[in-house]
């Protein structure tokens, strides 16, 4: 024991040692603080639709109380995604993909995919999160503190001391090894804890899925590290071999991979939606009255008793509103296509994944901070329920030409909703235990070829 | 300095790095990277066609409008498909996170959508591999593992001695293997400025100007390649061993390529915030109603307005005006809200600027960011390419709307009951209405934008090359 710490101190007064860690919690604490601004700025925005959703009904209600119809063209009816204190960990697509969807119950496709305003270059550099610090930082601190640890020794000449002097030399590389480990994964708990702290976080499930995956992704560069030190080269192999394998799992396979998926589905479906869902509604000013109030009906066959419009009359709600969401309804095919292919491609990212650690990593605290893709499409696909909802309990009072007091506007309050996600134990786990497995594996045959 | 010893030092060092074998892992690891990021590049720009193909389909369909009220077409309105520089098949630059296509329509600026970015799977935030990038990341590490043991691995066997003895100039010795090393990054680069300069032979849409963009390119890839080779062996010189001297070029790689870039534009992005969607349109909607609202037939601003119009033209019913009044009223109103909404969007893009300087001024001390932002301005993939774009697409939108504006005052009747104007524009008007062009930043303007990175660059190089020379009078053989 007293060994051991003696190991400890002495790696502790290493200027690389100091050097890492003040690095990395230096960053992690700057990364906190953008996630918790990050935080603040989504709730801020939720809170701000809330409050300007009630002003901005009463206020159209009193210009337009004579004419729902005319009313519900201006109204807009938010639905708010609750953003997780995760989030602050993993900001992921959260950046791009709004949280709040602000409707009116005209055609939906031409709204539902409004991108937030962004700064492209901010987002071209990437967010400084604590997820960025683990999947990026955290291996290149492994890397700088193990990639010389036999190697070190071989070329000072101490290696041969402590092969004659002790038995259990392996050992004693092993114990060298656990106190980087030691101080590494105390610097990760700390930075968790800061997080917690300052973000809000609640000690549940995901959050310790989050710091299970964390600990397992580290682990992997270890077992990475390693496997190189058992190779027993130079320190200069060392190092540029850790860095070449860092190389790879973090920049060249996903960036690879993101161009080979970007490549294979492309989507021109997007444009045709936007142009098909515009085309479809305003076509109808110039066609049959009937014909199209009859699709309609065909959609939505309750409100039927309310009969067909006039040829001449100019302009009846009943008719406008069937437009409107005929331009959903012809565009519905392209929407699901693009949908599909949106849905495919994560697919395939995810199946990728499994192999290759970092990218498994990054997706996990993704899903697990609820700001990853499928987040977003559950959040669409909510958004379109919302919308039919809405617009199926305001139809028939448009239709029978309500007044606006004839609509209980109080129950048009900003609707929350959260998806859970859901991500197995063996999802999870396999790919970390399995990638770790094997490499611990070619780390003793190599030390027993090496050495024999 | 004498040029034939310099030339042999250099000759010498090129023939020692083709000795060992980890030189063809190197090109073999470059050509596989090269091979991939082309046809990526290629690729991306083959969007194109979708977008050229959408934007004909949008006019086609805007053209195929009958005879209508110009409201119903303002409405109607059309969209702009932003389309890819033809360098950009190089440098990807921000494309991957600006929107692509919007829906021009009278009195609403709607965002641009559609980015590659919001249909990723969070696999785009790793990078994207492009010939620029992997010039700009890969070959600088290259260049550093080629390179760190130049000078000091001479001075550990003591062939640094023996040279020295033999005559050479510590001068001739630093600056022929700089000069060595140059030579074989510039060789590194090669396949892919031929790479580049085949693909756009083959491309039809190449103009004069994007040759005078890529010579840019292929000097300020060239000077950087320079610089770096200057400075290994500058820290290889300085290096009291060659583990030592790796271990500081391969930390500044880290620290310069990969941690400064994203923190400091992460620190840029944290203290100037900017406001959400729903806080952008808010805030203008707000603008515009202190104006007066033009839906509310008591609102002071625009009853001043009307009693002003009759008054000049000596009537007193909007039914009696040689113009239609409702026209009128919208061309006001669109000035006034596409005025309020100009400005604040102006605001917003300053304060996206002021995001972006920390990182853009930065470029000073870290000649890797200045590269980066050089070769995305000149590719036309940079923020600005992207602005202008966005600027063209809402300039067009108001042209459209206020012309809509212009043929309802002219043509539609004031009087429901005068019979002599209809309440219909004929369609031979949709088709004089030319389609959205868009045409990218100049030339010269992408290099303005770029101003500080240049003279990074520029000064770099003559730091580089004074660093050596300051080494040569300090060295020691031991």
Redesign the interface.
């Known amino acids: 024991m007293s060994l051991y710490l003696l190991m400890f101190r002495q790696f502790v007064r290493t200027r690389i040692c100091q050097l890492g860690l003040s690095m990395v919690l230096v960053l992690g604490i700057i990364s906190i603080f953008i996630g918790k601004q990050f935080l603040d700025k989504q709730r801020a925005t939720a809170a701000q639709v809330a409050e300007t959703q009630q002003e901005h009904i009463k206020r159209n209600v009193d210009l337009h109380k004579d004419d729902l119809g005319l009313l519900l063209y201006y109204l807009k009816f938010a639905v708010v995604n609750d953003v997780s204190p995760l989030a602050g960990l993993s900001i992921g697509q959260k950046d791009i993909n709004p949280s709040v969807q602000n409707v009116t119950i005209l055609a939906l496709e031409g709204q539902k995919y409004d991108a937030d305003l962004v700064n492209p270059a901010t987002l071209l550099f990437g967010n400084l999160d604590l997820s960025f610090l683990i999947v990026y930082v955290f291996p290149l601190l492994v890397i700088a503190f193990n990639y010389n640890l036999l190697s070190e020794e071989e070329e000072g000449g101490t290696w041969k001391m402590v092969s004659v002097m002790s038995v259990h030399r392996w050992r004693h590389l092993f114990t060298k090894m656990s106190v980087r480990a030691v101080l590494l994964f105390g610097v990760l708990i700390i930075l968790f804890i800061i997080a917690a702290g300052i973000l809000g976080i609640e000690y549940n499930l995901a959050f310790s899925k989050i710091i299970l995956t964390s600990m397992l992704y580290i682990a992997f560069w270890f077992a990475i590290v390693a496997f190189i030190i058992s190779l027993r080269r130079s320190s200069n192999f060392n190092a540029v071999a850790l860095l070449f394998c860092w190389l790879i799992f973090l920049i060249l396979i996903p960036a690879v991979l993101n161009n080979v998926i970007v490549n294979k589905y492309p989507m021109p479906e997007a444009f045709t939606t936007m142009i098909k869902q515009r085309d479809g509604y305003h076509e109808k000013w110039d066609t049959n009255k009937r014909e199209t109030v009859e699709k309609f009906y065909k959609q939505y066959p309750q409100f039927s008793s309310y009969g067909f419009p006039s040829e001449a009359s100019k302009l009846q709600w009943l008719w406008y509103y069937a437009m409107q969401n005929l331009g959903d309804v012809e565009s519905k095919e392209e929407s699901a296509l693009l949908e599909a292919k949106v849905l495919k491609r994560d697919d395939v990212s995810q199946t990728w994944s499994m192999l290759v650690p970092s990218l498994h990593a990054q997706l996990i605290f993704n899903s697990l901070a609820g700001t990853g893709m499928e987040n977003y499409l559950d959040f669409l696909n909510y958004t379109e329920q919302f919308h039919e909802k809405t617009r199926l309990y305001l139809y028939p009072k448009i239709f029978s030409y309500n007044k606006a007091e004839g609509v209980d506007w109080d129950r048009f309050k900003p609707e929350h909703v959260s998806f859970e996600a859901h991500i197995t134990w063996s999802h999870l786990l396999l790919p970390f235990i399995g990638a770790i497995f094997l490499l611990v594996c070619a780390t003793l045959i190599s030390f027993r070829y090496f050495n024999s | 300095m004498k040029k034939r010893t310099l030339l042999i030092i250099a000759k010498q060092f090129c023939a020692s790095v083709f000795k060992s074998k980890a030189i063809y892992l190197l090109v073999l690891t470059l050509v596989v990277?090269l091979v991939?990021?082309a046809?990526?590049g290629v690729?991306?720009y083959d969007?194109n066609h979708?977008?050229i193909?959408?934007q004909q389909?949008?006019r086609e369909?805007w053209e195929g409008?009958?005879d209508?009220h110009p409201h119903?077409m303002a409405?109607?309105?059309t969209?702009a498909?932003r389309l890819k520089h033809p360098l950009s098949i190089f440098d990807f630059?921000?494309e991957?996170?600006?929107?692509?296509?919007v829906?021009l329509e009278a009195h609403k600026q709607?965002?641009?959508?559609?980015?590659?970015?919001?249909?990723?799977?969070?696999?785009?935030?790793?990078?994207?591999?492009s010939m620029a990038?992997v010039l700009q990341?890969?070959l600088p590490?290259i260049i550093f593992?080629i390179g760190y043991s130049a000078i000091v691995a001479d001075r550990e066997n003591g062939t640094l001695k023996i040279l020295l003895t033999q005559g050479a100039k510590w001068k001739e010795i630093l600056f022929g293997k700089a000069l060595g090393l140059s030579a074989i990054s510039l060789l590194f680069c090669l396949p892919f400025l031929g790479t580049i300069t085949f693909i756009l032979l083959t491309e039809e849409h190449v103009v004069q100007d994007d040759w005078m963009r890529f010579a840019i390119i292929v000097i300020a890839y060239s000077l950087v390649c320079f610089i770096l080779s200057f400075i290994t062996i500058y820290v290889s010189l300085k290096s009291d061993s060659?583990?030592n001297a790796?271990?500081k070029l391969?930390g500044l790689w880290?620290l310069m390529v990969?941690?400064v870039?994203?923190?400091?534009?992460?620190?840029?992005?944290?203290f100037y915030?900017?406001?959400?969607?729903?806080?952008?349109r808010?805030a203008i909607e707000q603008d515009v109603l202190k104006y007066g609202?033009s839906?509310?037939i008591n609102d002071p601003f625009f009853k001043a307005l009307k009693d002003s119009v009759l008054q000049a033209n000596h009537v007193k019913t909007v039914e009696e005006l040689p113009f239609n009044y409702g026209g009128f009223l919208m061309s006001k109103g669109e000035r006034i809200s596409a005025n309020i909404y100009g400005e604040h969007h102006k605001q917003?893009l300053d304060q996206?600027r002021k995001?972006?300087q920390l990182?853009q001024w930065l470029a000073i001390i870290n000649p890797f960011l200045a590269l980066k932002n050089l070769s995305m301005s000149v590719s036309g993939t940079?923020?600005e390419s992207?602005v202008h774009f966005q600027e063209q697409a809402e300039d067009y939108r108001y042209k459209l709307a206020q012309k809509m504006n212009s043929l309802q005052m002219k043509y539609i009747t004031p009087n429901p009951n005068d019979k002599t104007k209809g309440s219909q524009v004929s369609r031979d008007q949709w088709k004089s209405f030319s389609d959205f062009q868009y045409t990218q930043l100049t030339t010269e303007a992408a290099i303005l934008n770029v101003k500080v990175s240049i003279i990074s660059i520029l000064s770099w190089f003559i730091f580089s090359i004074a660093l050596l020379v300051y080494g040569a009078k300090k060295a020691t053989a031991i």
């Open positions: 990277l991939i990021a046809r990526s690729a991306y969007q979708y977008r193909d959408h389909m949008a369909s409008n009958p209508k119903r409405h109607f309105g969209f498909f630059g921000v991957s996170f600006t929107g692509n296509a829906f709607n965002v641009v959508n559609f980015s590659e970015a919001s249909f990723s799977t969070g696999l785009l935030r790793f990078g994207e591999l990038m990341t890969i590490l593992f060659s583990k790796l271990v391969l880290l990969i941690l870039p994203r923190t400091s534009q992460a620190i840029g992005a944290y915030e900017t406001p959400s969607k729903v806080e952008f808010a609202d839906h509310d917003l996206y995001q972006n990182t940079d923020f992207y």
